[in-house]
């Protein structure tokens, strides 16, 4: 298992998307690839941003959670002050071109439920789906039903290669109550199994993805739940 930090960016008012890609990937990846304690970095961009909810996820991974809040902060604020030469550059930078306050993030532990690709997503589509429980649900219950109940549903989804769920680390100031992954290695597959990017919900009509699509409603609050439909890039990766 591995720490990770997911960002959900959000690019500032006077930029467009792409202005916003090309600084981020030129100006930013490579001080961000180099922050202390990261072993593996990786982005995912928007299939279609102009139906997208963000600009874009930027992810890192850390071997102990001691690490990651030292170059990122905590799960309590969206904002942080590293004290490392290499984080605090980055910090800095993200002024350049992230609305800070808009971009939600969370901190958590990954586990993988499912891997057909052997680790390598380099290139793949992925669907996250940031999590939100439902009124009359603690955050224990909604583990606690996501992993017994959901995944072993959700991992046979058509057309899944490879399925990661995030749990925070520190739930009561977490923004979310956890993160599903979903990889394809088709993106029609995806938006057959999981609706396309411009809503919220979405209404598959067979298999797997519908049995997972009926049983959301038992514990998400789904009009709560940002999503992200994206192709990953792998940045940095020491595994």
Known sequence: MMYKHVALLVRQDDMSHEEFVDYWQTNHTPIAKDIEGVVRY???????????????L???????????????????????DPTKEIAA?????????????????????????????????????????????????????FVDYWQTNHTPIAREIEGVVKYNT???TDPENAEFDGVA???????????????SEGSRDYAPDKGKAKAAREDVNNFLAIDERPRFIGQEQLVKDEG
């Open 42 to 56: 990786q982005q995912v961009l928007p299939t279609e941003p102009v139906h997208a909810e963000f600009d874009g």
């Open 89 to 141: 550059k980055a910090r800095e930078d993200v002024n350049n071109f992230l609305a800070v306050e808009e971009r939600p993030r969370i901190i958590g532990e990954e586990i993988v439920q499912k891997d057909e690709v052997d680790g390598d997503t380099d290139g793949l589509y992925k669907h996250s789906a940031f999590l939100v429980r439902q009124d009359d649900m603690t955050h224990e219950e």
């Open 181 to 195: 992954e979903l990889y394809f290695d088709d993106i029609e597959k995806l938006y057959d199994a999981l609706g």
């Open 166 to 168: 995030v749990i925070p």
């Open 58 to 80: 930027a992810e890192l991974y850390f071997e102990t959670l001691e690490d990651l809040h030292e170059a990122l902060g905590s799960p309590g604020s969206r904002d942080y």
